[in-house]
């Protein structure tokens, strides 16, 4: 059964670290682009960062400003978001997915930022 399994987050204070990990099954997980992506309520979901099959690639959205960082590890079939430096309006419920090709969507695991 195709499936993500999000998780890593939760309260943390503004220039705070979180480390969200990304567990996927039912696919063959090193043959896709993965990629990060974040939703608050009333807005659509958006991109966040992505990484290639083989984790050589990485790209990030503009607005992060280096901040995070995204990893895989094809041996476990996992994708983390490393997050530094986080702000109030990062706030939001976090989700992976496949970068073509999209999958159900898992729960998300939700970030909250604020002191």
């Known amino acids: 059964q195709v499936q993500f399994v999000e998780s890593g987050g939760g309260l943390v204070q503004p220039g705070g670290s979180l480390r969200l990990s990304c567990a996927a099954s039912?696919?063959?997980?090193?043959?896709?682009?993965m990629g990060w992506y974040r939703q608050t309520p009333g807005t659509e979901r958006e991109f966040i960062a992505r990484?290639?099959?083989?984790?050589?690639?990485?790209y990030y959205a503009d607005f992060l400003n280096g901040r995070f960082t995204i990893s895989r590890d094809n041996g476990k079939n996992t994708v983390d978001l490393q997050m530094n430096n986080l702000n109030p309006s990062d706030t939001a419920i976090y989700y992976c997915?496949?970068?073509?090709?999209?999958?159900?969507w898992g729960q998300g695991t939700q970030v909250t930022v604020s002191s």
């Open positions: 039912g696919f063959t997980f090193s043959d896709y682009a």
């Open positions: 990484i290639g099959s083989t984790g050589t690639s990485r």
């Open positions: 997915n496949r970068v073509t090709t999209k999958l159900p």
